[in-house]
């Protein structure tokens, strides 16, 4: 069901690099492009071949890099566009492809066409969404309306996220060309692919209300995708489809649009939005995990395996126990997800288990998108509660700069770095879990390894048997004849009747002889072959 093109994407393991937060080699707190460069042995280690690098163009830095002020030099703090090709030839040098993260929804309002856009400068007067009054009532993902007056203009413009982040208008022609120019530019310096922000987004439908998956949507990802120049390179979407139709309208190879995209609904669970918590169970999560393997697997798509990204808080903290049951969590998770039939995405800091991060200041936060929710709070919750909202649901989670060792900062830096350090780091740091009895890295390593060296995992089949077990996910692989079941307890002791277990152990995360009599320990992963 898969071609050979899909065979080939099946074979790479992707770890996400947020650069800000990864490694600072130039004592600014900020970590740089050199960082990545230091540490690629760090990932030829863990077994990856593919770095999906956050932004890391010319930005202002409001959201971080995801507000692109010049799309073909290098951000100040992270270097030189030298310091990127010492960074892409070591990374190729060691057999590691390059995903650049494409970000075409919008641009800073620092950027050149946006400043000229406001002058009614031609090309670029209808370069973003103008208007004399806001079009409509839409609101903006950072809070607030999405429409922002422009003193300078006299009129309205569309801003989806920061009001520092207008919305390009894709239906100019210019835009669009601008774009490919922008691809193909990064795809002449050797990059393999491109995670695409907010692609959904880039076609609004303004008589519809909507402001994603408007009526020219797959026209214009095929048109920046669908050409001779893009048509070996990988390409994963962020996009917000809920349906196996819109999936394989955007995924199927004769679509000639996306490699793959990223689908949201297992990890939506747990909040009723990004700030508020609610209950989840792992059986809810391992039913969306299953529904889109299934529905991938049938139609001959590319699932993306992943837990973690810079948008999200730990989901080791979210659903797992990072107290005492820090590693047998984090492993099950990790045989949950990656020995699925997919392209494994893997986060940083993921691999040795780290978690979110707890801080007593409002002051210790930094993400854009906790100023709207801090300030609407502000008379309505105690500080107290606000804050454990914040460290319950912030994204900068996901950014506390990766603790390396037990130095200050984590290793991270030699001073102070740009956001206040993983709380934890003392605790759990790269070096302190390479050294320890129960080592996620260690574990990581072994299930990568054994993954890359099986084709059944690879490419074989996938089926769900966890029938009337309750608490706890049960898959089977399947490749020419012969059988590997995945068990995945969750968070309770549990006796597990799965007629299979009989079979050789070929991996768990609790050393003890193969589970012969089906009684399985919280969080206890073990692979059987049959
Ligand atoms: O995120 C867009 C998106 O999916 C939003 O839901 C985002 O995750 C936000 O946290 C919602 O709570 C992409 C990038 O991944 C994100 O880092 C950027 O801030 C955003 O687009 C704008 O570029
Ligand atoms: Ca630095």
């Not at 998956?213 to 001779?228: A, D, K, N, S, T």
């Not at 084709?455 to 020419?480: F, S, V």
Request: proline share 4%; glycine share 6%.
């Amino acid at each position: 069901m898969i071609s050979d093109k899909y065979k080939h994407f099946l074979e790479w393991i992707i770890y996400q690099i947020y650069p800000r937060s990864f490694y600072d080699t130039n004592g600014d707190g900020v970590g740089d492009l050199n960082g990545i460069t230091q540490k690629i042995e760090h990932l030829k280690e863990l077994g990856v071949n593919a770095v999906w690098l956050s932004p890391c163009y010319k930005s202002p830095n409001v959201d971080n890099g995801y507000d692109v002020s010049d799309y073909r030099d290098i951000m100040d703090e992270f270097g030189t566009l030298e310091d990127w090709k010492n960074m892409r030839n070591a990374l190729h040098d060691r057999g590691i492809k390059l995903i650049m993260d494409f970000v075409p929804n919008h641009t800073s309002n620092q950027h050149e066409w946006f400043i000229k856009s406001k002058k009614k400068i031609p090309p670029y007067t209808d370069y973003y969404y103008w208007a004399d009054e806001p079009l409509n009532d839409w609101q903006a993902c950072f809070g607030g309306s999405a429409w922002e007056y422009s003193e300078e203009r006299g009129q309205y413009y569309l801003h989806s996220y920061a009001v520092e982040q207008p919305d390009l208008n894709f239906d100019n022609p210019n835009v669009r060309e601008e774009m490919k120019s922008i691809i193909d530019f990064w795809i002449d310096l050797g990059v393999d692919g491109f995670r695409i922000d907010v692609i959904d987004q880039i076609s609004k439908d303004f008589d519809g209300n909507k402001n994603r998956f408007g009526p020219h949507l797959h026209e214009y990802i095929r048109e920046l995708f669908g050409r001779e120049k893009t048509k070996n390179i990988f390409t994963v979407g962020e996009c917000w489809a809920t349906d196996i139709d819109e999936v394989i309208r955007h995924c199927a190879e004769n679509r000639n649009e996306l490699s793959c995209l990223f689908q949201f609904d297992h990890i939506e669970h747990g909040k009723t939005d990004r700030f508020t918590p609610a209950p989840f169970t792992l059986k809810a999560i391992a039913a969306d995990i299953s529904k889109w393997q299934t529905l991938t697997v049938q139609n001959g798509l590319l699932y993306t395996l992943f837990m973690d990204n810079h948008d999200q808080p730990r989901f080791l903290s979210r659903f797992g126990n990072d107290k005492d049951l820090r590693y047998e969590s984090a492993t099950m998770f990790a045989g949950m997800f990656y020995l699925g039939r997919g392209i494994p995405f893997i986060y940083q800091g993921q691999e040795f288990g780290m978690t979110n991060s707890r801080h007593e200041e409002y002051s210790h936060f930094r993400d854009v998108e906790n100023k709207h929710f801090y300030h609407s709070q502000s008379g309505k919750l105690q500080k107290s509660d606000v804050l454990d909202r914040l460290n319950f649901g912030s994204r900068d989670n996901a950014r506390r700069p990766v603790a390396w060792n037990c130095e200050k900062y984590g290793g991270f830096s030699s001073v102070e770095p740009w956001i206040p350090t993983y709380s934890r780091y003392q605790e759990i740091n790269l070096e302190k879990d390479k050294n320890s009895e129960k080592s996620i890295f260690e574990f990581y390593k072994k299930l990568l390894a054994f993954r890359k060296n099986s084709p059944m995992i690879l490419y074989g089949a996938y089926k769900e048997i966890t029938g009337e077990n309750n608490d706890c996910y049960i898959y089977e692989r399947e490749y020419q004849g012969e059988k590997i079941i995945v068990v995945c307890n969750f968070e309770k002791e549990n006796q597990i009747s799965c007629p299979y277990t009989q079979g050789e152990l070929l991996l768990t995360n609790y050393n003890r002889a193969n589970n012969l009599n089906g009684n399985y320990a919280p969080y206890e992963l073990a692979v059987f072959k049959i």
